[in-house]
């Protein structure tokens, strides 16, 4: 099972890279440029974790939070180990974090045309927000002595 751990601050130029390589293609599908200083000034401000498995990292993701809600500003896994169920359980370990922080919400944005938006709706999440090219998502979180929300009926598939 992978875990979420810190990054450490000397991660930020591996993370960079990685975000950088896993959107190239959207951003170009998207006319949208990287932008090396926004994702500094995003790291700094955010909860910066590695996804490791073993103990090999193999991704990267970022949480931020509000009173009440949590945000999961980047999820990437590397290239080379998609397809292994590391993403769902990325999704169940940064909700456990978020739970832990008081968060009864785990909120994301996604190009609406990601085939991770698949990935999230088959983990719970359902779009509350169009902001074109990206789509808001959300999942509800449990709260003590609560289960987490099962995916939609008829959902599981991502359709």
């Known amino acids: ?7 450490p601050d000397g991660a930020r130029d591996w993370a960079a890279a990685l975000v950088r390589a896993n959107m190239r ?7 949208l440029c990287w932008d090396a200083s926004a994702f500094a000034a995003d790291w700094d401000a955010g909860e910066n974790y590695l996804l490791r498995r073993g103990g090999e990292v193999v991704g990267y ?6 009173a009440d809600r949590s945000y999961l500003r980047d999820l990437q896994i590397a290239a080379e180990h998609r397809g292994r169920g590391l993403g769902r359980q990325a999704l169940e370990a940064a909700g456990a974090l978020a739970r ?3 968060s009864r919400v785990l909120r994301l944005r996604v ?3 990601s085939p991770a938006v698949r990935l999230y709706r088959r983990c719970g999440f359902v779009a509350c927000r169009h902001e074109p090219p990206l ?4 999942r509800r979180l449990a709260g003590p002595g609560e289960t987490p929300l099962a995916p939609p009926r008829g959902d599981r598939r991502g359709r």
């Open 1 to 7: 099972m992978p875990s979420l751990e810190p990054a």
């Open 25 to 31: 293609q959207a951003y170009a599908r998207h006319g």
């Open 61 to 66: 993701a970022r949480l931020v939070h509000d």
């Open 100 to 102: 832990r922080r008081g």
């Open 111 to 113: 190009f609406a045309d």
């Open 135 to 138: 789509i808001g998502m959300e």
